[in-house]
Structures are given as structure tokens and as C-alpha cells.
């Protein structure tokens, strides 16, 4: 199994870990020419996760912006609200071909930690959550449902006290309890295998995309626009796709609220190429190699790596990439609630808000699918910030006082 993208990917970690890696990138081999081990993840992902997912087709809003037809691929119906359950229900099935009784985690903004939890749950792990303790007290209501699930969480007090400390936390956990601990991995980042292994995951998605188009249009899409963090969603969406050279992909990073360092979260332009967290790929740094300060509306797309096979899709021309500023999103999420009945993800309304911009332009015979990767339940308490209601912070002083 190739561990790089070109120059891109790699396992650049502690010796310690190695075995480790390889332990994991052997089993995630077996399991896949494994008939046993399909049919229990096609099972998981069917009757428990909900797949596959609807691709609806956008009527309204093709109509409104008068141009290419527009699907939107719905992974908010999928357990827990996003596409990130997938790639849980994999390597929660190779941890326990491997033997692993427990799971661990690092989470920013909590939806990461309550996927693994979820699983964890599910499939009979115990399970610990490391979190920075400003994220601790910032995301107290994914705290409280990872509790519920069973998990831990772990405040981690050095440092920024945010999601870098938390995975250097989890790394020590892992090489301290490698005999009996996978470390689940929530994005196509990290050192190989958990880049191809998290894609290969997700790739369903865009299988489903192709037999769904092409059951409704009779054709293959010309356009499959994803957001962009670390890039599961993205790579899920894309990869059964790349060699269909005719239909475009494009990523969209989150542009945030200005171009200056700390202000958004774009890696191309922005990043540069470096080392850190176990992979080669570009990073927002400073140049000692140090994480830069991210900003986005959404908490998914706040990430200063991205996943090293789209640094190279990237370098190579196939997939383009664009952003969509925080005001942007904003305007997209409400035109989409309002015209098609559907709350997104604040990350997902990022790849619709390119939509809104590329559909116009495009003649009415073509077909623009929207990877909808997660709907917008958990951004309640930042929309009711940004839209300024008055009624929202009512009702909860309110709450508050009972
Ligand atoms: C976590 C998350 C993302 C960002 O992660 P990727 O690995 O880039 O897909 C995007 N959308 C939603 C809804 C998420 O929860």
C-alpha cells in the first residue's frame, strides 16, 4: 500500500508508534478482501448509520438561480447528523479485528468526539475524549452528549488549552496503551494509513453520487462541489470520480472574515508545505513551522492542515479550489433553508454558497451535485449569535432563571 501522494503523506511519528501503523495498515488490508468484514460495515452503514443517503434534486432553487441543475447529496440524514460516522464505523471494525477493547480521540469542536463515542457505544469499546479546556467549557452541549454515550472526555490543560494539545495528548495516550487502544483519526489527515483508510471509507459517497445522477440524468455529473477542513467529506465525495476526467471538482475552504493570518482557514493560497501532526502536506504556519491561528463560522472547517492526497490532487490540477467568506455562507444557508426545506451544516453551506456562484453561469443541460455533508441542528447557538435574534438570548435567560 503506497503511504504517499507524491511528495505528500508519509508517517512521520514517534518510533515508538511505528508498529503500531503497521499493525493497523495490515489489518485494514485483510479486512477489505474479507467478505465478513464488508458485510458487517454494508450492515453498520445500512441499518444502523442510514445509507445510503438521498440525493435530492434542488428544484426550487435551480429554478431561482436559473442555470445548471442543482442535487444536493443530503449527509445530514446520516446517525449523528454528518458523513463522519462512516469512517468511525470502519475503523471501529478493524480496531476489533484487531483485538482493541478501548477507542480514543481528540475533538475541537466536539462533533468528531461524539462520532467516536457514538460507535464506541455501539460496537462495545470503552472510550476516552481528549479536548482542549477552552473547547471544554466552548462546547459544553457535545461534552454533555459524549457523556451520555458513555465516554470520557478529557480535559487537556497545556498549551493553547484547543485542538493541537488535545492531539498531542492523544498521541501519548496511544504510545503508552498501543496493546489494547486504536486511535480513532476523524479526517483524511494524519500519517499513513489513516488517509487512505478514512477515504476508502467515505468513498461511498460518491459512489452513490454516480449511480444516483446517472439513474436520474442518465449521464455523470459535470461538477461535484464539497467543503474543504481536513478533507473526509471532500475525498469521500471525489474519489470515485477522479478518473472521470470530464466531471470538475472542486473544494471550498472556509475564507472566514478577511485574508490576513488568523483570520480564515485557506491553506491554497495561505499554506505552505510542511511536517506536522504525523504527515506532510500544506499547512497554515508561521515560518519556525508553527500552527497559525485559524478562523471560520464553522468549527469543522477551522483546521490549519489539510488531508495530503488533496494537496497533491491539487498540485496536480484535478481538483480546484475556491472559498466562501463567513457573510457568504451566512447568505447561502439562509437562501438554501428557505427555498429547499433543508438546514445545513454551517461547513456544508460553504460548498453550497460556490454553488450559488457557479450555477448562474452554467448552461440549463448541466448537472452540479452540492456534498451536503452535515445538517445545521449543532450550529443552533452561532446562527441565533450571527442573525442577531434577540428572542434566541431571550429565551435563554429565560431557561436559565426557571
Ligand atoms: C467535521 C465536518 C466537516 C469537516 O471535515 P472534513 O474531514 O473536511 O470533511 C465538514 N462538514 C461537517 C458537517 C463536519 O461535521
Not at 57 to 85: D, P, Q, R, S, V
Not at 111 to 121: D, I, L, R, S
Not at 126 to 142: F, K, L, T
Request: include cysteine; proline fraction near 4%; aromatic fraction near 8%.
Amino acid at each position: 500500500m503506497k503511504s504517499r501522494f507524491g511528495k505528500y503523506g508519509g508517517r512521520y511519528v514517534p518510533e515508538a508508534l511505528i508498529p503500531a501503523l503497521e499493525e493497523l495498515e495490515r489489518e485494514y488490508l485483510a479486512a477489505k478482501k474479507d467478505i465478513k468484514f464488508k458485510g458487517e460495515l454494508q450492515d453498520l452503514l445500512k441499518n444502523y448509520a442510514g445509507r445510503p443517503t438521498p440525493l435530492v434534486f434542488a428544484k426550487n432553487l435551480t429554478e431561482k438561480l436559473g442555470g445548471a441543475k442543482i442535487y444536493l447529496k443530503n449527509e445530514g440524514l446520516n446517525h449523528t447528523g454528518a458523513h463522519k460516522i462512516t469512517h468511525c464505523i470502519g475503523q471501529a471494525l478493524v480496531a476489533k479485528r484487531l483485538g482493541k477493547t478501548r477507542l480514543i480521540a481528540e475533538t475541537g469542536a466536539g462533533m468528531h468526539g461524539v462520532a467516536t463515542a457514538t460507535v464506541a457505544a455501539k460496537l462495545g469499546f470503552s472510550c476516552d475524549v481528549y479536548m482542549g479546556e477552552v473547547d471544554v467549557a466552548r462546547q459544553r452541549p457535545n461534552v454533555f452528549l459524549m457523556e451520555q454515550l458513555g465516554a470520557r472526555v478529557i480535559p487537556v490543560e497545556t498549551g493553547t488549552k484547543t485542538l493541537k494539545d488535545a492531539v498531542n495528548a492523544a498521541i501519548k495516550d496511544w504510545i503508552e496503551n498501543v496493546k489494547d487502544t486504536h486511535y480513532l483519526l476523524g479526517s483524511v489527515v494524519g500519517p499513513h494509513p489513516y488517509p487512505t483508510m478514512n477515504r476508502d471509507f467515505q468513498s461511498v459517497v460518491g459512489w452513490e453520487i454516480k449511480r444516483q445522477v446517472r439513474a436520474r440524468e442518465g449521464r455523470l455529473p459535470d461538477y461535484v462541489i464539497a467543503c474543504v477542513g481536513g478533507g473526509s467529506n471532500a475525498m469521500g465525495a471525489f474519489a470515485d470520480f477522479l478518473r472521470n476526467k470530464e466531471v470538475k471538482l472542486v473544494g471550498v475552504e472556509a475564507g472566514g472574515r478577511g485574508k490576513k493570518a488568523g483570520e480564515h482557514a485557506t491553506r491554497f493560497p495561505g499554506g505552505s508545505v510542511g511536517v506536522v501532526e504525523g504527515y506532510k502536506s500544506y499547512f497554515l504556519q508561521d515560518s519556525d513551522g508553527q500552527l497559525q491561528k485559524t478562523h471560520s463560522i464553522s468549527a469543522g472547517l477551522d483546521y490549519p492542515g489539510i488531508g495530503p492526497e488533496l494537496a497533491y490532487l491539487r498540485d496536480k490540477g484535478r481538483v480546484e479550489f475556491v472559498s466562501a467568506t463567513d457573510a457568504e455562507v451566512l447568505s447561502a444557508f439562509r437562501l438554501l433553508a428557505k427555498s429547499e426545506g433543508i438546514i445545513p451544516a454551517l461547513e456544508s453551506a460553504h460548498a453550497f454558497a460556490y454553488c450559488v456562484k457557479l450555477a448562474p453561469t452554467l448552461s440549463k443541460d448541466k448537472v452540479v451535485v452540492v456534498n451536503l455533508s452535515g445538517r445545521g441542528d449543532k450550529d443552533l447557538f452561532i446562527l441565533a449569535e450571527a442573525f442577531k435574534d434577540e428572542k434566541f438570548y431571550e429565551f435563554l435567560e429565560n431557561y436559565i432563571k426557571k
